[in-house]
Nanobody, 115 residues
Framework: QVQLVESGGGLVQAGGSLRLSCAAS????????MGWYRQAPGKQRELVAS???????NYADSVKGRFTISRDNAENTVYLQMNSLKPEDTAVYYC?????????WGQGTQVTVSS
């Protein structure tokens, strides 16, 4: 079992920045991939960014150059630095992690970008 606790969401104006954090606890030694998905109202959940235990990083095209994912293995935490935010980035952001044969999810944190 892995527990994920997110923090850092909120309301920001377009062009602003936010930093999301996700701390993992429990069976953390089995975690391979950590990352973030988001889901906007009326839309499907989509991958935002992910990072493997070997530091391989993947970004959605829509956030490349604006968002940065990082992972602190010592603290079992993954971060998402979001810069140059746009109204279309408004969504609930979910932290996730993959272990062999299973995925775990955080409770979600709301990010709202006003125009």
């Amino acid at each position: 079992q892995v527990q994920l606790v997110e923090s850092g969401g909120g309301l920001v104006q377009a062009g602003g920045s936010l930093r999301l954090s996700c701390a993992a606890s429990g069976s953390i030694n089995s975690i391979n991939v950590m990352g973030w998905y988001r889901q906007a109202p009326g839309k499907q959940r989509e991958l935002v960014a992910s990072v493997t235990s070997g530091a391989r990083i993947n970004y959605a095209d829509s956030v490349k150059g604006r968002f940065t994912i990082s992972r602190d293995n010592a603290e079992n935490t993954v971060y998402l630095q979001m810069n140059s935010l746009k109204p279309e980035d408004t969504a609930v952001y979910y932290c996730y992690c993959n272990v062999p044969s299973h995925s775990y999810w955080g409770q979600g944190t709301q990010v709202t970008v006003s125009s």
